[in-house]
């Protein structure tokens, strides 16, 4: 099986940045694609960015230009990047990793507010 653990969400005024990392461990063997998305409350939970182990980006439109996705291979690691942050940026950000199965993170709160 696959854990994956986010870290770095927090509160940050609009305008402002975070790095978002998510750590994978266990069998990574069937893992082709990792990204991440987010829930806001009263919102269904949307793809913001994936990225493919080759290396392959796609971005949700809201996000294009402010935020990106990378992924270390040898650490198991994917990295989001969110600069220029809104306030409907707010949200619950979870991890993704995809394959023979699909795996979920906790979660990391994120807050953009004044």
């Known amino acids: 099986q696959v854990q994956l653990v986010e870290s770095g969400g927090g509160l940050v005024q609009p305008g402002g940045s975070l790095r978002l990392s998510c750590a994978a461990s266990?069998?990574?063997?069937?893992?082709?694609?990792m990204g991440w998305y987010r829930q806001a409350p009263g919102n269904q939970r949307e793809l913001v960015a994936a990225i493919t182990s080759g290396g392959s980006t796609n971005y949700a439109d809201s996000v294009k230009g402010r935020f990106t996705i990378s992924g270390d291979n040898a650490k198991n690691t994917v990295y989001l990047q969110m600069n220029s942050l809104k306030p409907e940026d707010t949200a619950v950000y979870y991890c993704?990793?995809?394959?023979?199965?699909?795996?979920w993170g906790q979660g990391t709160q994120v807050t953009v507010s004044s």
């Open positions: 993704n990793a995809g394959g023979r199965h699909v795996y």
């Open positions: 266990g069998s990574m063997l069937s893992i082709s694609a």
